[in-house]
């Protein structure tokens, strides 16, 4: 579940639509909670789903240590990446807000933490922006 104080907005054409602040969310406060409505998928049947519903799941899902993919059962599923991410995942199925976020911020993420299988072109384009995401990201960026 994320955090309350926030919405849907459209980021632009290339990224689509992403999460916004409604109200401040000061640094260390808890932005995103996995709960029991989030959708799992195993690996299994992840691999038996029909080609559409994979490309759903790689697109708003995030993947555990176990393989299982997460999906939102709220807006926390067009959580964007960014490389210079406002919230980060704690490995203790919560995120917190790393920097203090103001009304109307985008509410962005480091994907590099999710387990990605493959390399992801990023679209986020900010001065940090490493420009791909790759399955190493986890292993390099984690104690960052
Ligand atoms: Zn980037």
Not at 31 to 48: C, G, K, L, M, N
Not at 72 to 88: E, F, G, L, V
Not at 91 to 105: H, K, L, S, T, V
Request: hydrophobic share 35%.
């Amino acid at each position: 579940m994320i955090h309350p104080a926030t919405e849907v907005g459209f980021v632009s054409d290339t990224i689509g639509y992403g999460v916004f602040a409604t109200a401040r969310i000061p640094k260390g406060t808890i932005t995103y909670v996995e709960d029991i409505f989030d959708i799992r998928v195993s690996p299994q049947a992840f691999a038996a789903l029909d080609t559409g519903y994979r490309e759903i799941l790689d697109k708003y899902s995030c993947i555990d240590v176990a393989g299982t993919r997460i999906m939102s059962w709220d807006h926390a599923k067009y959580m964007n990446h960014s490389c210079n991410c406002n919230t980060i995942d704690t490995a203790y199925c919560f995120e917190i807000a790393i920097r203090d976020i103001e009304p109307g911020e985008e509410i962005t993420d480091e994907y590099g933490l999710f387990n990605i299988s493959e390399e992801v072109d990023l679209a986020c384009k900010c001065p940090s922006c490493r420009g791909k995401l790759r399955p190493s990201d986890i292993d390099i960026y984690h104690p960052v």
